[in-house]
Nanobody
Framework: QVQLVESGGGLVQAGGSLRLSCAAS????????MGWFRQAPEKEREFVAA????????NYAVSVKGRFTISRDNAKNTVYLEMNSLQPEDTAVYYC???????????????????WGQGTQVTVSS
């Protein structure tokens, strides 16, 4: 079993920055890709960013490309999401996810991930 715990969410003004962290514990050696998803109220959970095991390959949603940066530190079993130029439409609960599978292409769908954190709220005020 793998446990994921997000932190770093909060309230920021438009144009501000925030860094989310996700610490993995348990059977972390089983983790391959890791990603971030977000879900706004009454909206579907959507892909934000993902990174492969080595950290050498990333993928971003078009809506955040150029503003967000995903990274990971395997020694700390932690994945990060640096969010810059935040806007009100970025307001959502952000979820960390981990994939057990080895994939040629990084997963961008929720069903491609096996473990999920509890989520952390990010609110951007205008």
């Amino acid at each position: 079993q793998v446990q994921l715990v997000e932190s770093g969410g909060g309230l920021v003004q438009a144009g501000g920055s925030l860094r989310l962290s996700c610490a993995a514990s348990g059977r972390t050696l089983c983790i391959s890709d890791m990603g971030w998803f977000r879900q706004a109220p009454e909206k579907e959970r959507e892909f934000v960013a993902a990174i492969n095991r080595s950290g050498g390959s990333t993928n971003y949603a078009v809506s955040v490309k150029g503003r967000f940066t995903i990274s990971r530190d395997n020694a700390k079993n932690t994945v990060y999401l640096e969010m810059n130029s935040l806007q009100p439409e970025d307001t959502a609960v952000y979820y960390c996810a981990a994939d057990r599978n080895f994939r040629i292409r990084i997963g961008v769908r929720t069903y491609e991930y096996d473990y999920w954190g509890q989520g952390t709220q990010v609110t951007v005020s205008s």
